[in-house]
């Protein structure tokens, strides 16, 4: 598995999370903080498929004007870290 495959397949996995607990808060609101969490995961998981890092994304987003985005990047970050020390990258 290449180093974006194994990218794109933890985006994916993630999402399936935070669609999972979206259903059982049976969350309806449009700015609701899982709705804004998987906007985020949305949009790193774009970026990750159009090429870029996701090391560098995630480093890029722990410091950046959107509050959102910070908070994703920061909870992804160390879980992205153990993929990638489970996989021996």
């Known amino acids: 598995m ?18 999972d607990q979206w259903t059982r808060a049976r969350g309806h609101q449009e700015r609701h903080p899982l709705r804004e969490k ?19 994304i995630l480093e890029r987003g722990r410091v950046c004007d959107d509050a959102v985005r910070c908070l994703v990047c920061d909870e992804l970050k160390p879980r992205w870290e153990q ?7």
């Open 2 to 19: 290449t180093d974006t495959e194994r990218a794109r397949a933890f985006c994916q996995a993630m999402m399936i999370e935070l669609e």
């Open 38 to 56: 998987m906007r985020q995961l949305a949009w790193i998981t774009e970026q990750v498929a159009a090429g870029e890092d996701l090391d560098e």
């Open 83 to 89: 993929v990638k020390a489970r996989a021996g990258v």
